[in-house]
C-alpha cells in the first residue's frame, strides 16, 4: 500500500508563483487543502500493479496528422476582398487589422 503524497504549503505557494497567481494567506491555506484532496482522488490508481507494463504517451495510441493537398474550390461562393473588408472596422491595405497581442504596436504591413 502506499502513501499518498502531500503538497506542503511552500510546494503550493511556488506552483502559484510560477502561474502567476496571487494568493493570500488564507486564499494558500485553502488550495494546499484543496490540491492535496485531489491528489489524494488519484490514491487508486497509485495502487495498480504496473510492473512490467508499458508506458504509454497518448489513450488513443499513434496519432499521425492527415495531409491532403490545399485545393481551392471555384465552385464555392466566396466573398471579394473588397466585399469582406467592407466590413471591417479599419482594414489597412487590403488586410484586416486586429489589436496587437505580441505587443509590437508599431510597423505597418
Not at 502506499?2 to 504549503?9: A, E, Q
Not at 507494463?53 to 489513450?59: A, G, I, K, L, S
Not at 472596422?89 to 504591413?109: A, C, H, M, Q, W
Amino acid at each position: 500500500m502506499t502513501t499518498t503524497p502531500r503538497l506542503t504549503r511552500d510546494e503550493v505557494a511556488q506552483i502559484a508563483d510560477y502561474a502567476r497567481i496571487a494568493l493570500t494567506d488564507d486564499e494558500l491555506d485553502e488550495m494546499t487543502n484543496y490540491m492535496n484532496e485531489a491528489v489524494a482522488l488519484l490514491k487508486p490508481i497509485r495502487e495498480y500493479d504496473l510492473e512490467g507494463v508499458e508506458p504509454t504517451f497518448h489513450p488513443i495510441g499513434d496519432l499521425s496528422n492527415v495531409m491532403r493537398e490545399d485545393i481551392v474550390d471555384t465552385d464555392q461562393r466566396a466573398l471579394d476582398i473588397d466585399t469582406a473588408l467592407s466590413n471591417a472596422g479599419t482594414p489597412r491595405k487590403r488586410y484586416f487589422r486586429v489589436p496587437s497581442i505580441l505587443g509590437n504596436e508599431g510597423g505597418d504591413f
